[in-house]
């Protein structure tokens, strides 16, 4: 029997690293089409759209562990009904609660992995990532430095230079100021360096022309400079967030001083129970999928029309489980000391499988009551 469990292990563990990674791979190419366009398209490299890349897949792998665990769990006991290894184990008087303790192990193996994801690495993650988000609204070169082109920092500036030497130097600079509704200004420069103290930005630029057209009466003003200073500084700063990001924090700093942190972070205190408590109900609801993936197949017994709708059911019930879970969020989001509703799903679960692995060791009752109706 240890065989047994270990070879049903086995084989549940590689179907789920297939489904995983074929999820995975479906949901990281409709993520990295929207982020290669947007990076791209704002200048920054391949390398950095790697990292972004990387930054999200912790996250991205926590949303697929559980419909991969499913789908691992029903496709093992499927193909197992097929080839006749769950018949002859009921021959030889192997129970249905005995059969469950592979599919047992397999859930809480990928338990534990997405409790690793969802308390610490996504967390990381998602604090790295939003770092990096800031730093590169706040890099000129990104946001304003692309030769050839012209770029629009905001709704009512425009900025181009035709070329960019190795040094910095900016050549053929034009730059439209449109910010003030009474007038606007043209200015145009041989050439320009941008210089950076601390938090300021100013772009210098050397031989220029400066033109203002005056909205009333449109009259138009122009002067030459040999150089001229413009504050860029409005155009290329992003606000950054000094508050604490709840999501981004991990769990251990979370389990203790809700309403300080509450503070810090400018939520509730209910939020704050909400995300530490869901960081530990998901990982629970992993092995719910594979537990009622398993039993679900076990009772539909044989037909020659396949197993689908007993796969149609088991898939609407987690669906279902899941679904509730996010009215349980909003009252537990608006009512801390409701937490112990986030685990509601999970125990439903558990107790549906256990009633499907009862209904499976006890199937005479359902002989009985056919014989009754035979007779009757």
Partial sequence: MAKFDRYMLSQLLVLFGFFALVLVAIFWINRAVVLFDRLIGDGQTALVFLEFTALGLPKLIATVLPI???????????RMMTDSEITVLQ??????????????????????????LSNFLVPM??????????????NVTARLLTEGTFL????????????????????????????????????????????????????????????????????????????????????????????????????PYLTHGWAQIAQQSGSSIGSVAEELHTRFAR????????????????????????????????????????????????????NATLWPLLYLPSLIGAMIAALMLLHAARPSWRARLKRRGATA
């Avoid at 769990?73 to 499927?78: C, E, L, P």
């Avoid at 030889?92 to 997405?114: D, K, Q």
């Avoid at 003030?180 to 022309?209: C, F, K, Q, W």
Wanted: overall charge negative.
């Fill in 125 to 138: 993650a998602q604090a790295q990532l939003k770092e990096r988000e800031q730093e590169i609204a706040q």
């Fill in 283 to 334: 990982p629970l609801f992993c092995i719910v999928a594979a537990m009622i993936g398993f039993t679900t197949l076990l009772i539909g017994g044989f037909s020659r029309f396949g197993v689908w709708r007993e796969i149609v059911f088991a898939f609407a019930l987690l669906v279902v489980l899941d679904g509730t879970r996010g009215t349980l969020t909003s009252q537990v989001t608006d």
């Fill in 68 to 78: 991969a665990t499913f789908a691992a769990a029903v496709y093992v006991t499927n």
């Fill in 152 to 251: 629009h920092p905001s709704q009512q500036v425009t900025f181009y230079t035709r070329q960019i030497d190795s040094d910095g130097v900016l050549r053929d600079v034009f730059l439209s100021d449109r910010r003030d509704p009474n007038h606007g200004i043209i200015y145009t420069a041989a050439e320009a360096y941008m210089v950076r103290s601390g938090d300021a930005t100013t772009l210098i630029m050397v031989d220029g022309l400066a033109q203002r057209l005056e909205q009333e009466g449109l009259r138009l003003a122009t002067a030459k400079f040999a150089d001229f200073s413009f504050d860029i500084s409005s155009l290329v700063r992003s606000e950054t967030v000094d508050e604490l990001d709840i999501s981004n924090t991990t769990t």
């Fill in 91 to 116: 021959a030889t008087g192997t129970g249905p609660w005995r059969m469950a303790r592979p599919v047992f192990v397999f859930g809480l193996c990928i338990a534990l992995a997405m409790a690793v």
